[in-house]
């Protein structure tokens, strides 16, 4: 049980590219999902905090205009990548929380390796 | 806000040794802390977690302790594999807190 998909796993595209990516809970309702960003050798780092019919919260620093999140059903969740560019190049990983409280298990999807030329 | 810290950044050990991997935390509050393992180019996987109601936790090889009065939790794994090299995280949180704070990881090597 538990699971979390994340599509695409690896996206290539050209500079000022929109990329969309999804995060899906396929078998548990997720009110909230999180997004994080990883560099190579690094820890999780959390963009935004995504609840189920309300606006995202970003991480200070996190360029909402940027990084636009939206969760409009229990199940799904998406970041869109707007204009990217070779410093957007980045591992970006989903997760969702099976319960409400703050002190339970986050499951991760597989990652999207996203690479702007 | 809460500070994980994590230690060492890496670790080596002979296949059948075991490893420690020790967190500390900063906020009093935090009540729930995962450990995630996370493979080259895949998705961290919940291994072990442990609230603060326990001092200890053991599933198999693994295990983790708390002590909530000193802020510290450690992961154990007894007769390390060469599966079990992987970059490990710690992470705490309570229950009102949205988020997961991580560690910044431990990358283990486990030698044949």
């Known amino acids: 049980g538990a699971v979390v998909s994340q599509h695409p796993s690896w996206v290539i595209c050209k500079s000022g590219t929109s990329v969309k990516i999804e995060c899906r809970s396929l078998d548990f309702q997720a009110t909230t999902m999180f997004w994080y960003r990883q560099f190579p050798k690094q820890s999780l780092m959390l963009m935004a905090t995504s609840n189920e019919g309300s606006k995202a919260t970003y991480e200070q620093g996190v360029e909402k205009d940027k990084f636009l999140i939206n969760h409009a059903s229990l199940t799904l969740s998406t970041l869109t990548v707007t204009s990217a560019h070779p410093e957007d190049s980045s591992f970006y990983i989903c997760?969702?929380?099976?319960?409400?409280?703050?002190?339970?298990?986050?499951?991760f999807g597989d990652g999207t390796r996203l690479s702007i030329l | 806000g809460e500070n994980v810290e994590q230690h060492p950044s890496t670790l080596s050990v002979q296949e059948g040794d075991s490893a420690v991997i020790k967190c500390t935390y900063s906020d009093s509050a935090s009540n729930y802390f995962p450990w995630y393992k996370q493979e080259l180019g895949k998705r961290p996987q919940l291994i072990i977690d442990i609230r603060s109601n326990v001092g200890e936790k053991k599933d198999q090889r693994i295990a983790v302790t708390l002590n909530k009065t000193a802020k510290h939790f450690s992961l154990h794994i007894t007769e390390t594999q060469p599966e079990d090299s992987a970059v490990y995280f710690c992470?705490?949180?309570?229950?009102?807190?949205?988020?997961?704070?991580f560690g910044p990881g431990t990358r283990l090597s486990v030698l044949p």
């Open positions: 997760s969702a929380r099976t319960g409400g409280m703050g002190n339970q298990p986050q499951h």
């Open positions: 992470a705490a949180s309570h229950n009102y807190g949205q988020n997961f704070v």
